[in-house]
């Protein structure tokens, strides 16, 4: 039979609610007095009673806890002390600051980015005006859920490195694309790079935006042809600047030289099997490095063939020579044009003449001129550099192309 508890009993437990519930009303307090105007408290009565506060926080139930984050959101500026112990909290005490705080510097969120995980990074992530410092300590973990949340973010700001951080981590992983295209950080060099591993829609996204005109450069430049022509284009950097800007694609010293094959003679030869004999000779016509025609014409996709007959001028059937020398199926199973060459097909219709010259000169010339660390990295794909003859970009470069174009 149960017996009545006795008072003594009834004593601890009597206790321990007057105590909880005497915490509860004192933490409640401290709140209220770290909040007060400046006009009640001034900085190191707060200051003090933060440093209170947090003692008492470390001992006290996460709901409480979560109550004291959600009083003090509102607040325009929150003690130091109390801002680093919250947001290294469990998840669900962290984001009563992390979504409601208006105001959190970026020694607090760079604090609770490296010292928490994945969940808070979300969270920062999702806050609006993330900085450009804030952005790239988020990137350093590759963590594909907070860069979605990041890059979908209008509010964030990406510093140049940040994003050349994001295309280097499209190359492994390609969720990532779609909402990097559409951030206004994006720049040519960068886009032009992810086009190599890019699916057949983001390369026509890339085309479409990015593939612009240079009749604004070549305004601008008309009239220097001729003072650099004067000069025998001695200079190295003007001269390779012109190159990029000019009308004509194909190759001058080519077009000089009479013992030099034709563009199209020369493609006409490749539709019997396009060595990397040939391939170097059609890059040396086309005004482009040969490391750069060989990466055009190992591309599974097949884009860049169109990007370059419609760049240099040449007719659509070379895109046919060039695909038969490549040994690639021409039609279906039903005799119809392969869905792939129907693609490149496409490619080249929309593309004006003087838009896929900007493209093909970006690749010309970004693979050696703009490549930065991190897009090294992403186009070596695990290669191992080997000091020579090329610089570092160029051997970069090299190590894109397949086994059997390789340097």
């Not at 510097?105 to 609770?112: H, K, P, R, T, W």
Request: proline share 4%; with cysteine.
């Amino acid at each position: 039979m149960n017996l009545p508890q006795s008072p003594t009993d009834l004593e601890p437990s009597r206790e321990a609610a007057l105590a909880s519930r005497a915490r509860g009303i004192l933490l409640r307090r401290l709140a209220d007095v770290v909040c007060l105007p400046t006009s009640r408290v001034n900085v190191f009565e707060r200051a003090m009673t933060a440093d209170l506060l947090v003692d008492m926080l470390r001992e006290a139930e996460p709901a409480e806890r979560k109550k004291v984050a959600a009083r003090l959101s509102g607040m325009i500026e929150i003690p130091a002390s109390l801002v680093g112990f919250l947001l290294r909290d469990e998840v669900d005490v962290a984001e009563e600051l992390l979504i409601n705080a208006a105001v959190l510097s970026d020694a607090d969120l760079l604090d609770c980015a490296r010292m928490t995980g994945l969940e808070h990074r979300r969270l920062i992530a999702l806050r609006s005006g993330v900085s450009e410092v804030v952005c790239d300590v988020l990137i350093e973990f590759g963590e594909i859920l907070v860069l979605e949340c990041l890059l979908k973010n209008n509010d964030a700001r990406f510093s140049t490195g940040g994003i050349e951080a994001v295309v280097a981590l499209t190359r492994g992983d390609t969720r990532l694309t779609s909402a990097l295209l559409k951030r206004p950080e994006l720049r040519p060099a960068h886009a032009y790079m992810l086009f190599w591993w890019a699916d057949a829609e983001t390369r026509n996204v890339i085309l479409r935006r990015f593939a612009v005109s240079r009749e604004i450069l070549q305004d601008a430049a008309s009239d220097i042809f001729a003072m650099a022509a004067e000069e025998n284009w001695q200079d190295p950097v003007s001269r390779k600047a012109l190159q990029f800007i000019e009308r004509r694609q194909r190759s001058r010293l080519a077009s000089e030289d009479e013992a030099a094959k034709s563009l199209e003679d020369a493609v006409t030869g490749a539709q019997h099997g396009l060595t990397p004999e040939i391939a170097e000779e059609i890059s040396y016509l086309s005004g482009i490095k040969p490391m750069i025609g060989a990466r055009i014409f190992t591309d599974p996709g097949g884009e860049p063939i169109a990007v370059l007959c419609k760049a240099t001028g040449l007719p659509k059937q070379a895109i046919r020579a060039l695909w038969r020398g490549l040994k690639r199926s021409e039609v279906d199973g039903e005799g119809r044009t392969s869905p792939a060459l129907e693609r490149v097909m496409i490619v080249y219709d929309m593309i004006a003449v003087d838009r896929a010259q900007t493209v093909l000169r970006y690749w010309n010339w970004s693979m050696t001129s703009v490549l930065t660390p991190a897009l090294v990295r992403a186009v070596r794909n695990d290669g191992e550099f080997t000091p020579g003859e090329y610089s570092d970009p160029e051997w970069a470069a090299m190590l894109t192309l397949s086994k059997d174009f390789d340097r």
